[in-house]
C-alpha cells in the first residue's frame, strides 16, 4: 500500500524524482504513487548493528504489558509494519501465522501497528481488528510511526528482521515474502545454535482473545442482506466463519457453516468459510464471497448444500489488469479477497478487494473476467480498463449503473453496468497524487465531502447510502448533484447509552428500513429511515458456535 504523507516522498527514488521532472517539462501532468517495494531481504554487509528498541508509554496488545527487545534476547524476530485497513496487511497474516507455527520456540513476531487512518490510532480499534484477524502475536500501536520511522519504513506491509542477539539483520516489504522470511529465519536460527546464543523456551503471550471471547450470537458481522421476496436476512458472520438467515424480525431460519474457519463443501452443517463477507440472493440461491479462501460459494437454501463455483481456494496474487483477456473459466481461476457481490441480468459483479478491480462472473457460461481497473491501487478516472480503483469493498446498483464503495480511496465511484463508459468519482480525490490520503469527516459537495473507509453502499430512493464505517456514521449521497449529508439518527429506546454504531461495513434496504451490520459491535441495526431511529435487532434462536480449541490457552480448559 501506499505510505504515509509526508516522510515517504522525502524518500523519493531519483529515477521517480527525474520522470516526474521529465514529465512536468514536457507539460504532462503526472500521478506518482510511490510504493517503492524494497528488495528481497538480504543480510546486511559487515558488523550488524543493534535494532532500534521500541519507545516506552506505547500501548500494547497480547501481552501482560510493554515488550522490550532485550525481553526477547535469544529469540529471532520478525517487526511486521502493518495497518488495520489494508488487504496486503491482511493477506500477509497466513504467512507469519505458518512462520510462527514453524519455529514456535525460536520466533516471535511483533505487529508494529502504524496507523493511516485517523480512526487506526485508537487502540480500541486495533483491539478489535487483532480479535477480528485471529491475531496470536503481540501488536504494538505506534500511533505516530515511531518505530515506522526508526526502522525507515516506508510501505505497508513491511517486514524487519532481528537476529537473536538483538542486531538488525535485513528488511522486506509487501506480499509473497513468506520463503524469504522462512530463510531469513532459518538462518539465524541455526547461527545463534552455533553460537550458543538461542533461547528455545516458548513464551506464553496473553493474548487479549483469552480475555474477550466470541460466545455473542454473532462476532464481527462484515455483510448483511435483506430478502424482501423471501421475508428474510442473510447475514455474514464473519468472524464466526458462517452465514446466518433469519426471517426480517431475527428469528433465526437457517445457519450455513460449521462455525470454525475452513474452506469445505457439502451440506449445511458440514460446510466451512473463511471471513465471508458480501452476498447476493436470487430466489432460494445465495452467493457468498468467501473472502479468506478467495472463493465464491453458491448456497441452496432450500436443498441445503453448499458448493464453489469461482476460485480455487487460494489466493491468487497477479494482478489482473487487462480488461480485454478472454473470459476464463471460473471454477480453476484464483480470486484476491472478493469482498461483495452484486447479481444483475445474469451476471454475478465482485469487487475484487486484493486485485482493486470489479470483476464479472457469467453464471450461465460459468466464465469470468475483469470488468472494470487496471489493478493498480489509487483513485483515477477513466474509461473501464484504464481507471484505478483502491481495495472496492461494497456494491450497490439501480438497474444500470454500478456504486462502489471504494473503500482505501475513502471513495464512493460510478461505473455503467453496460460494459461501455467510464469509472467516475462521486466522493473522493481522483487524479492526484494523494488520492489515498484524502479522509475525514465533513458533509458537503464532490471532492469537499470527506468519508473514513466507507466500506459498504445501498440504494434508497434514487440515494445511496453509505456506511462510513470508521466515522462510524451513516451518509447519504446524492449521485446528481454529489452532495452528501450525515444522517441524523437516534436510538429508537432513549434509554439506550452508547454510540449508535461502531465501524459499520454492510447496509441493505427493504423499503424504509434499512439493515445495518455493526460489525465492531457485533450486531444488526435496524433503521428506520422515515423515523431516522436506531434499534438493535433481536436474534432469537442465534447461538454462537462451538468454541475453537485454538482460541483457549493450553494450560486453561474451559468450565
Known sequence: MTPPEPSPYRRLWPAAVVALFGAALAGVVVYLIVTAPKPDLLAQGGKREKAPEFPDKLDWLNTSGPVKLADLKGKVVILDFWTLCCINCIHILPDLAALEKKYPNELVVIGVHSAKFENEKDTKSIRKAVLRYEIAHPVVNDAEHGIWDAYRTRSWPS???????????????????L??????????????????????????????RFRETADTPLFFPGKVIADEAGKRLVIADSTHHRIVV?????????????GSPGYKNGKFADAQFDDPQGLAIDGDRLYICDRKNHAV?????????????????????????????????????????????????????IAM?????????????????????????????GPLPNAALAQPSGLASDGKTLFVADSEGSAVRRLPLSGEGRVTTLVGTPNVRSALFNFGDEDGVGEKAKLQHALGVALYGGNVLIADTYNSKLKVLDPKTREVKTLTLKAADAAEK???????????????IAYVADTNAHRIRVVDLKANTVKTLDLKGVAPPPPQKEWLPPDEKRK
Open 498 to 512: 452508547g454510540p449508535l454504531f461502531s465501524e459499520p461495513a454492510g447496509i441493505s434496504v427493504v423499503g424504509d
Open 246 to 258: 433469519t426471517d426480517l424480525d431475527g428469528k433465526q431460519l437457517a445457519v450455513i457453516g460449521t
Open 179 to 208: 520463503e524469504v522470511l522462512d530463510k531469513a529465519v532459518a538462518t539465524l536460527i541455526a547461527e545463534a545454535k552455533e553460537k550458543k546464543v538461542l533461547n528455545d523456551k516458548p513464551i506464553r503471550f496473553d493474548l487479549v
Open 353 to 381: 478487494a486484493g486485485h482493486h478491480q470489479i470483476w464479472a462472473l457469467d453464471l450461465k457460461a460459468n466464465t469470468m473476467r475483469p470488468f472494470a481497473g487496471d489493478g493498480s491501487e489509487h483513485i483515477t478516472d
Open 297 to 349: 460459494r453458491a448456497a441452496d437454501l432450500k436443498a441445503g448444500t453448499v458448493k464453489t463455483i469461482a476460485g480455487t481456494g487460494k489466493q491468487e496474487g497477479r494482478f489482473q489488469a487487462r480488461l480485454n483477456d478472454t473470459p476464463v473459466a471460473a471454477a480453476t481461476n484464483g480470486l484476491n479477497s472478493p469482498w461483495d457481490v452484486l447479481l444483475h441480468g445474469g451476471q454475478l459483479f
Open 159 to 177: 517486514f524487519a528482521v532481528i537476529d537473536a542477539e538483538g542486531n538488525f539483520y535485513g528488511d522486506t516489504s509487501g506480499e509473497g515474502k
